[in-house]
């Protein structure tokens, strides 16, 4: 007999309404029920305003849901812990500390140890060794990425929670901050939920995507990928990979 694991996050009949100027409701997300397993890599697709980011914010515990709940290994999550790391949409390297720094800061000791093994591992994986005394306004959109993905890995998250990380750069860099996700993945085993409008990106980093509506967000179906593993950028060009790049395309909401 299978042995499922059970869920390292799950969203039960989520909703959220945000209240504007104190009077004004905002329906953002409505009814979100879905499940991550331990090593599930989770994408959120969906439109520009639907709720992404919001839904994102609940799973790290930086957001309340209005009804219904978020469970992290099946207890309320209420507040952020370092087990559940987040990569921001924007560029968030803080610019007063230098690149070793930043990493070094993700261990969350009052004075991290700048030379520790884990360090230089993570300034190793994320090909930043070199600017490692460099400061972010120095380094390249990319680089920045790496170094806050870098700062948030080196604690070992279970649950890694990605918020376009990639959506600034362009098409070259984020081909190579793919793969390097992908590697990450690999070797690590991280659970991730990865919010992207990218269907190409969907398709080939995760093993299911959910698909939301316009806003409020409603999810309206979730896909199982039928790429192999381990995941190479020579997969966007197998049957398989245009077959769901195409059905994905007919039903995303404009
Ligand atoms: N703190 C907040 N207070 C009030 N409204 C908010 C807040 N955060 C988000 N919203 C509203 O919630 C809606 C969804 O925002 P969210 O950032 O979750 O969307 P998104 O799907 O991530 O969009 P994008 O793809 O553009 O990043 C928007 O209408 C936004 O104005
Ligand atoms: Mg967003």
Not at 88 to 100: C, E, G, I, K
């Amino acid at each position: 007999m299978e042995i499922i694991p059970s869920p390292l996050l799950d969203f039960v009949h989520t909703s959220k309404t945000f209240v504007h100027e104190r009077t004004r409701a905002i329906d953002v997300l409505k009814d979100i029920s879905f499940s991550i397993r331990p090593g599930e890599v989770v994408s959120l697709l969906g439109p520009s305003g639907c709720g992404k980011t919001t839904l994102l914010r609940m799973a790290a515990g930086l957001e309340k849901p209005t009804t219904g709940t978020v469970l992290y290994q099946g207890n309320s999550v209420e507040g952020p812990e370092r087990h559940r790391g987040i990569v921001f949409q924007s560029y968030n390297a803080f610019p007063w500390l230098t690149v070793r720094e930043n990493v070094a800061f993700g261990l969350g000791d009052r004075e991290p140890s700048l030379d520790s093994e884990k360090v230089t591992n993570w300034l190793r994986q994320t090909g930043l060794a070199e600017f490692a005394d460099s400061y972010p306004k120095t380094l390249s959109g990319g680089m920045r990425q790496r170094v806050a993905l870098a700062r948030t890995m080196i604690v070992e998250p279970r649950l890694l929670l990605l918020d376009e990380p990639f959506g600034a750069l362009d098409e070259r860099t984020r081909q190579d901050m793919q793969l390097l996700l992908m590697k990450i993945v690999d070797d690590t085993g991280c659970t991730v939920l990865f919010v992207t409008h990218g269907i190409r990106e969907a398709i080939l980093l995760s093993h299911r995507i959910v698909l939301l509506s316009q806003r409020p967000g409603r999810i309206l179906d979730i896909f199982d990928s039928p790429l192999p593993q381990p995941r190479t950028p020579e997969l966007i060009k197998t049957p398989e990979f245009m077959a769901l790049y195409d059905r994905l395309l007919s039903v995303f909401p404009m």
